[in-house]
């Protein structure tokens, strides 16, 4: 399946919409944030909603279907920095990709 357009569009702006709802959006908060970045090639600033898991200054993003996404491949060698939303604050830190053996890509954020 590929995930790009309009779907993608639609289904990233209800996730959106579900974090600042006013009866779910704090329990859709704990799971989902939206990370900002400035694309390598492009330069230009980009956000998108994303799962994650945080363990103290370590949040962890599995990019679901990597191989129909692009904007983790800004994060693979050195990395690069990225911006998110944590607990109503917008927190920066520094964020590297890696696929493992089995095909799956985790960002890392060091915050």
Known sequence: MNFKGPLARN?????????????????????ITVVSYTGRRSGKTFSTPVGYQRKGEVVDIQVMMPDDKTWWRNFSGE?????????????????????????????????
């Open 11 to 31: 289904v990233n702006k209800a996730m959106v919409g579900l974090r600042n709802a006013p009866l779910v959006g704090k329990l859709v908060r704990k799971g």
């Open 79 to 111: 990395g690069g920095p990225l911006t998110l939303e944590l607990d109503g604050v917008q927190r920066t830190g520094h964020a590297t990709s890696h696929r493992d053996e089995r095909g799956r890509v985790t960002v890392r954020v060091q915050l």
